[in-house]
């Protein structure tokens, strides 16, 4: 028999239980809002530690309410048994010139793994620091002009770093052009932004000038020297332990030289694997395509067949080798999908299997992360972020392909409610492959009007490259979002490999076409109601002669 008060005690527990699980429903159900998309956190410039057990990390955190960035470095054993340990204080980022973009980390691990060194932003400078736990932060430089890389000394007691212009003389290579007249030609840059103090160095005001199409420096900066600097007897003593991991076991297309000679892995019975370019650099993006060859030590050259073994450094992103199996592990992105494939070929047997494709990018959906995921025993670590997941560190098993999440800094997004997103693959009417992400309202009436971002879907979607119309937030709203990845290596040159004009953006409006018909025929967008947006490529889009409107009905 129940007692009254227990009854009454069961009938609270219900009452709570239900209100729980109202309050937990009504919290996961939760929109997104434009302070989520702001407030993101997002990982990148991940380095293993000479010991191969722990993994440091930085994290870029955007604030809405207190309008800032900051940077924070971290470091996290492998085996999850303990928190994600912060190093150092949080810092203002060094951002990349011409970019809405934080440039990437420069850091290596201080002999005997015993903290950080890192290139971070002191006020009006760029200066080496010694990062460890509980806060310590020790200077290492002092230099009158900023860092721009550095590495230890054979011996680990030294830095050898490089340096520009110094401070000084830069800022009067600007005051005296600024005072005797500006020439301006293509170096100027004139979209939006001064002549002269068009850029914050932490404080210090510079000016900034183009390079080239891609990239900008400050103006006067002509000069790299070599200098180096002592540790401080507290960190040179553990000296000597540095070079815990000599082999190496994964390698990097580096854009910035792309040099294929230098792209080389040994196998551990003297097979060599490497990435060779198989045709020269195009005239429009400057970049090669190179495939996966094995060499054995008998003289064979055993190229990879398969296609996730053949492409540009956007496809290729890593090689692994395996001595375990004898695989090559090549993290392959087909398409410039932003998706990617763990595969892996066996040049003994020639065969090819598929280890993960988790649905999403492994570096975090960075654009300049040309370093995805350094291995640790038979797993990679790596940034993991697909459009509705935001940046969290992962490691990836090499054998199984499972995927175990070590930290995540933007858990909040797990309480907030995603519109109905899914990729799509399609081909335009020559036959060539498009692919990119659909956003669809959860409420409404279809056909829905629809809003095209460009040109990249990387990781989280915040609004295609120029983050200018969140997919999320216009799905909310009763308006579809779509977007495209333009594929640059197929459309910009002709048969004979020459540059046409426009050729680019009149194939993507191709794409634009095809894919804007499907969903039509389809019912899910209304194809008399289309939007493009973006202020670079989308914008080109939109000015580009075309004999069909993108948003025509197929006839």
Known sequence: MVSRHAFRLSASLVVCL???????????????????????????????????????FRIIDRSLSRNDTSVRWMVTQ?????????????????????????????????????????????????????????????????????????????DGRSIRYEVGTTRTSLRLVQQSEALSGIHIDGHVITEGMR?????????????????????????????????????????AGHAGTLGASAVARSAYIDTADPDSAAIVLTRKDGMT?????????????????????????????????????????????????????????????KDWSARTQIMAWNPDTGATHIIADPGGALDGGLSYATKPCPVAAETLVCVFSSPTIASRLVTVDLRTGKMTTLFDPNATLSFR?????????WRDQLGRPWN???????????????????????????????????????????????????????HNVDAAGRDVPLALHEAALDGLRAILNQL????????????????????ILTSTRSATPISSPRR
């Open 18 to 56: 239900s209100f729980a699980q109202a309050v937990r429903a009504e919290v996961t159900t939760k929109p997104l809002s434009i302070e989520d998309l702001v407030d993101l956190a997002s990982i990148d410039s991940l380095t293993l530690a000479p010991d191969g057990h722990r993994i440091a």
């Open 78 to 154: 492998l085996n999850k048994e303990g928190r994600p340990v912060a190093i150092g204080r949080s810092r203002p980022p060094i951002w990349m010139p011409l970019y809405d973009v934080v440039s990437d980390g420069v850091r290596a691990w201080a002999p005997g793994g015993q903290g950080l060194l890192v290139a971070q932003q002191d006020p009006g400078e760029v200066q080496i620091h010694l990062l460890a736990a509980h806060g310590r932060d020790i200077r290492i430089t002092h230099d009158a002009a900023d860092i721009r890389s550095f590495s230890l000394t054979s």
């Open 195 to 235: 002549l002269t103090k068009n850029f914050d160095a932490g404080g210090r005001l510079t000016t900034i000038g183009r390079d080239n199409i891609a990239t900008a420096s400050e103006i006067g900066d002509g000069k790299i020297e070599t200098r180096e600097a002592r540790f401080p007897l507290s960190v």
């Open 273 to 333: 694997l490497r990435l060779e370019d198989i045709h020269e650099a195009d005239p429009v993006l400057g970049l090669k395509a190179y495939q996966v060859v094995a060499q054995f030590p008998d003289g064979r050259r055993v190229p990879c067949p398969a296609a996730f073994c053949r492409g540009l450094p956007p496809a290729l992103r890593e090689l692994v080798i395996d001595d375990a199996t004898g695989d090559a592990i090549i993290l392959y992105e």
């Open 417 to 425: 409610h995603f519109p109905r997103t899914r990729y799509l693959e």
């Open 436 to 490: 990119g992400i659909l956003v669809a309202p959860d409420h409404g009436v279809a056909p829905f009007p629809v809003v095209i971002t460009t040109s990249r879907c990387r990781g989280f979607l915040r609004g295609g490259s120029g983050r200018l119309a969140p997919e999320f937030l216009l799905a909310e709203r009763g308006i579809a979002a779509l977007c495209v990845n333009n594929d640059n290596s197929a």
């Open 520 to 539: 039509g025929e389809e019912g899910i967008v209304d194809r008399k109601r289309v939007a493009l947006t973006g202020h670079s490529f989308g914008a």
